[in-house]
């Protein structure tokens, strides 16, 4: 089945330690997305790739990192520098960028940092 | 990018038509309207978008109004499967990014 996943889909962390969320496809999708939410809010946008080894910033992009070394994947480091990260992160992927090309999204990663 | 105006929440009994309204008054040209919903602690589900003309897929109809300053999702048969938080998303341009706001949340009672 084609699809986004996402690992794991709960996560304990303490406080100071980075840690990786994953995110792969198997769409073949050239653009792919990380979002965050807090609870009760939409989705705010991390960071996102159009194209491998590329990426740029979105709205809430501090205390974050990523890399896109292969198509498929697009994983997210949450940093210790992030002053509040547990919240429920979303990884998206879409056709291209730009207009008219809906994003799809994986099920999830709940991070707590204890 | 537009912003969108869609109520806090909304009931449906099950097995009739749900209707949810948005307002996105200062669309542009070039953006399409897009809808999404997001069941309880899952990744939103995309359902359906339009650029001017009405649009009907597997899941719901997308009614734009001839000015494009607002639109509605319809759900024609609401089961109880359908209760989730229903964004309404304009996008355009070269923008990459979803903005999403806080939604409608649609119950889908007996």
């Known amino acids: 089945d084609g699809g986004i996943t996402q690992s794991p889909k709960y996560l304990f962390r303490k406080e100071g330690q980075n840690v990786t969320l994953s995110c792969e496809q198997n769409?073949?999708?050239?653009?792919m997305y990380w979002y965050r939410q807090d609870p009760g809010q939409g989705l705010r946008l991390i960071y996102y790739?159009?194209?491998?080894?590329?990426?740029q910033k979105g709205d809430i992009a501090e205390g974050y990192s990523v890399s896109r070394e292969k198509k498929e994947s697009f994983p997210l480091t949450v940093t210790s520098a992030q002053k509040n990260p547990t919240a429920f992160y979303l990884c998206?992927?879409?056709?291209?960028?730009?207009?008219?090309?809906?994003?799809?999204f994986g099920p999830g990663t709940r991070l707590t940092v204890l | 990018d537009a912003k969108t105006t869609q109520p806090p929440s909304m009931d449906c009994a099950e097995g009739r038509a749900a209707n949810l309204p948005c307002n996105h008054s200062?669309?542009?040209?070039?953006?399409?309207v897009y809808w999404y919903r997001q069941i309880h602690s899952q990744g939103p589900q995309y359902i359906i978008h339009?650029?001017?003309n009405n649009e009907t897929n597997e899941m719901a109809s997308l009614i734009i109004t001839e000015d494009r300053k607002s639109s509605t999702l319809i759900l024609p048969h609401a089961t109880l499967r359908d209760t989730a938080v229903y964004y309404c998303?304009?996008?355009?341009?070269?923008?990459?990014?979803?903005?999403f706001g806080t939604g409608t949340r649609l119950q889908v009672t007996l």
């Open positions: 790739s159009q194209i491998v080894n590329d990426f």
């Open positions: 998303i304009v996008k355009g341009g070269t923008a990459s990014k979803l903005t």
């Open positions: 769409l073949n999708h050239d653009a």
């Open positions: 339009g650029l001017k």
């Open positions: 998206a992927s879409s056709k291209l960028a730009g207009v008219g090309n809906e994003q799809f």
């Open positions: 200062t669309i542009s040209g070039n953006e399409y």
